[in-house]
């Protein structure tokens, strides 16, 4: 295995980030708690010295900042009230749906593939597969293009 090179991504980390992004966004939905208090907060838990730092604040100041137009453009995608998904696939869809409109530089089988394993860990046994469906369809329109590439018969 070659040695990372700065600007390399570590998916080990990213996966962390991700995890806790969900923890903090949790928080946040029930709280409300200011995102500086809240990257505050976690910045200090120890698992956060092998997790991307910066992609877990982009995370958690992204969804905090476009939560309205994250839940918007999820609500066609959903079958209910974006109120009425439970809480961690609530924060799981948020999560990924900023990384699927905001960040281009994750493939977006990255992002599916992580929150549909950070929901078998933290969400309801069958949340996993609400998750992926929810966010298949939403991949699909929103990836188009990227989307389309990855189903084409090679």
Do not use: C
Request: proline share 5%; net charge negative; hydrophobic share 40%.
């Amino acid at each position: 295995m070659s040695p990372r090179r700065p600007g390399d991504v570590d998916p080990a980390a990213r996966s962390r980030s991700r995890r806790r992004a969900l923890q903090a966004v949790y928080a946040w939905q029930l709280s409300r708690t200011p995102v500086e208090r809240l990257i505050e907060e976690f910045a200090h838990e120890q698992d956060m010295a092998v997790a991307d730092q910066a992609y877990f604040e982009d995370l958690v100041r992204g969804v905090m900042a476009h939560w309205r137009e994250l839940d918007e453009g999820l609500a066609k995608f959903i079958d209910r009230g974006i109120d009425q998904v439970d809480p961690i696939e609530r924060g799981v869809l948020r999560i990924a749906a900023y990384e699927l409109l905001h960040r281009m530089d994750v493939p977006y089988r990255v992002v599916l593939n992580e929150a549909i394993e950070t929901t078998k860990r933290f969400g309801a046994d069958h949340g996993h597969s609400y998750v992926n469906g929810v966010l298949d369809r939403a991949a699909a329109e929103w990836r188009a293009v990227e989307f389309g590439a990855a189903r084409e018969p090679k």
